[in-house]
């Protein structure tokens, strides 16, 4: 089944429509958050892109089914050694659980409730399934053995499994990272990472050794699981060996992904386990990378607390396209809340004018959706929704009717009421003495009384059906 979406494709380079390979939905596989703290807005972001995905297909009735893995074990921690990134042999789970003096899985369930409570903020629609990586150790333990059989994985002098880079010569097609070029400690698992055979393996189960806590057993000894391993398993048991679309963000490209690559493919003895890759770019915040150390890690929670509809961020977000690297300010984020309670305004106050035109909605809703399904060409529906905006030709109903089709995409809750429709009696006062001084043409006095409205904090415009006011924010 071919869709009419088209997206970027990371691994071909090209830009390619998005298919299934079957004709009953769209499998998408998304990799999900690692539950140890709360998801930043960095993080926020990639998630968007698989909604808004999801809410374009679904607009052309195309049904879709997104697995999102919840990791709860295996991620390790990364650190910085003489300038490459070389995970230690912390996970992250069990390190914050030390810091906090509570059960690893306490902190998991706390992170995953506020994950989903975050995705709802932002109108973020559910995956279908988040399977755990804690529940499906036995799913990991089953492709393991597979790859052990095939040759594809081993197990090291430290009894801990690795994939065996070099069985797998297709490595590096995603990325543009290829074997060859790879050099020793870039990136890879494990700083003790003596007991495996090349320095580009990496490990698919780790042994425990002093570890006890989110231990399983196996075939090969007590250990726990490596953070690749887990979106191999649950893609392929849960979308039944066939990814048609699989998003992440830009960081995951190499080598979480490329691993990812190697292990499925492996485990269908050569075949392509997902058709399309889709990433997500970085976004800063206030021109640097958000990171808890240079402190400037931005939570759903702050926009709340600074009084922030959360879907002011959902909106700054669409302002952007998906694979452009975005600097997030506040500044923009108070534009958005500011744009988004003006057309909230405008979608109760376009009710009550002219009635709308079903050819030039369906004509406008087509041209938006096509520049939807141009590679999420976001920037070009909010410029278009800015000149329909202003638009004098078309009927009030008509605008009405576009922005709430489109709505369906954009998830902004255009129809919500404005709360903030309450005015003082001065301002009342003022707006009244107006629309007396514009019916007597008295247009000095009507200027006049414009000027002390915005001194209050109220704009006020003439439209054919009268005065209107906006709030200045
Ligand atoms: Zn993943």
Known sequence: MKTSLRLYDTKTRAVHNVAAANDKHVKIYCCGPTVYRDAHVGNLRTFLLSDL????????????????????VGHMNENFIAGNIVESTEDKMLEEANRRHIPALA????FEAKFHADLALLNISPANLYPRASETIDLMIAAITKLLASGNAYQGTDESIYFAANSFPDYGAISGNRLGALK??????????GA????????????AHNRTEMVWETPWGDGFPGWHIECSAMSMEYLQGHVDLHLGGIDLRFPHHENERAQS?????????????????HLLFEGRKMSKSAGNVVLVQDLLERGIDPLALRLCFLENRYRSQMDLTWDAIIAANTMIQRWRGRISEWKNGSPSDEVLIDREVESLINDFENDLDTPKVFQRLRALEKDLELTTNTKREVFLRIDQVLGLDLERPEALTEISAEVSQLLAAREQARADKDFALSDEL????????????????GQKWDRIY
């Open 53 to 72: 995905i999801v809410r374009i297909l679904n607009f052309r009735d195309v049904p879709v089914y997104v697995v999102q893995n919840i990791t709860d």
């Open 107 to 110: 902190i998991a369930r706390e």
């Open 184 to 193: 020793p400690g870039h990136r890879y698992e494990y700083v003790d990472d």
């Open 196 to 207: 495996k055979k090349f320095h580009a393996d990496w490990a698919l189960w780790k042994r």
């Open 265 to 281: 493919n492996s485990l269908l003895a050569g075949k392509e386990a997902v058709d399309h890759w889709v990433h997500g770019e």
């Open 450 to 465: 414009r000027d002390k409205l915005a001194l209050l904090k109220i704009e006020v415009r003439d439209t054919a059906e």
